[in-house]
């Protein structure tokens, strides 16, 4: 294919931008605004990502108010590009309502395959209709892709089945596993709110230690992207009234692994998350996970 005519394509998160390379594939280059670590709660555009966005053919961004320093920048962009926020496409039906804004909801949907994979199915839209010449090599793509997706999603079922019912309660830096705990039968509890940019006050440490004690957990999780400050006050503070907590492992909430390995595709990202929470919290699988590709498996 000539250089001319592959579509140029800017995605915010990588999870998005995974999702491009694989409906897009050869006819797409992508370029993702949000590596690993970085958190999109909040996140500004920089100089040479507006020149970007400004160039390219595409820019998608995930919407549902998860990059909310951004949407008054992509308002404006979209009047002027093609500009596609793809998890607004969602039926609300499906999506969480965030618990403090009313009409708002939880952004963080990639959480669970079995709804993104209509997130994928918005990629592909929006791909199809910036290049309808490529529709019949896109949707071939996507049908793949999701096949690869129902079998996580299969996957991830039958390895938290394996957590015992008493130990099915996921601590967390921030609340961004409330789809994760809805389709796996998870109570998830989350220091900070669904933002990143809600703060986690003493009263609130000291009411998950009060959590972590009397229910008697012992691990917690932290994440990549997000600071593991609030995670050690609430384990010296286990520590302190005799109860110890111990790090279940390093989730991957907001972002991917790094680019190159598996752990940064969306697959892997999510094989990742399901196979360390099921393992930390007494399921006998593999450390390899869903296809021993890992690398805790290697």
């Given amino acids: 294919m000539r250089a001319a005519d592959v579509l140029d394509v800017v995605a915010t998160t990588g999870m998005i931008a995974d999702g491009v390379r694989r409906v897009g594939g050869d006819a797409v280059t992508v370029r993702a605004l949000m590596g690993p670590g970085v958190d999109p709660h909040g996140y500004r555009q920089t100089r040479s990502d507006i020149v ?3 160039r390219a053919d595409l820019t998608l961004w995930h919407g549902l108010f998860l990059e909310a320093q951004m949407e008054r920048f992509f308002e404006e962009l979209g009047g002027q590009r093609r500009v596609v926020a793809v998890a607004e496409a969602l039926d609300k039906s499906r999506l969480l309502e965030h618990a403090d804004y009313a009409g708002r909801y939880d952004p ?4 669970a395959p079995d709804i993104w994979t209509d997130v994928v199915a918005e990629i592909a839209r929006a791909l199809t209709e910036a290049r309808p010449d490529m529709a019949e090599e896109f949707a071939a793509n996507a049908a793949a892709y999701r096949e690869e997706l129902a079998a996580l999603s299969t996957y991830a079922g039958e ?3 394996m957590v015992p019912e008493e130990t099915r309660v996921l601590v967390t830096a ?6 994760f705990g809805r389709a796996y039968g998870f109570e998830v509890i989350g220091i900070q709110g669904i933002s990143t940019n809600s703060e986690a006050g003493l009263n609130r440490i000291s009411e ?6 009397d229910r008697k957990i012992g691990a917690v999780f932290v994440e990549t992207s997000v600071s593991d400050r609030n995670m050690r006050a609430l384990i010296e503070g286990a520590a ?3 109860h110890e907590v111990v790090i279940g492992g390093s989730l991957y909430s907001d972002a ?8 940064g595709t969306y697959i892997g990202m999510i094989d990742h998350n399901v196979t360390t929470i099921a393992r930390a919290l007494g399921a006998d699988v593999s450390p390899g996970g869903m296809t021993g590709r890992l690398s805790s498996g290697s």
């Fill in 52 to 54: 970007a966005m400004t």
């Fill in 159 to 161: 390895a938290v089945a």
């Fill in 174 to 179: 921030h609340d961004a596993f409330s789809y």
């Fill in 240 to 242: 302190a009234r005799g």
């Fill in 108 to 111: 963080h949907v990639w959480m």
């Fill in 256 to 263: 991917m692994g790094q680019e190159g390995t598996y752990e």
């Fill in 208 to 213: 998950l230690v009060d959590v972590l004690v």
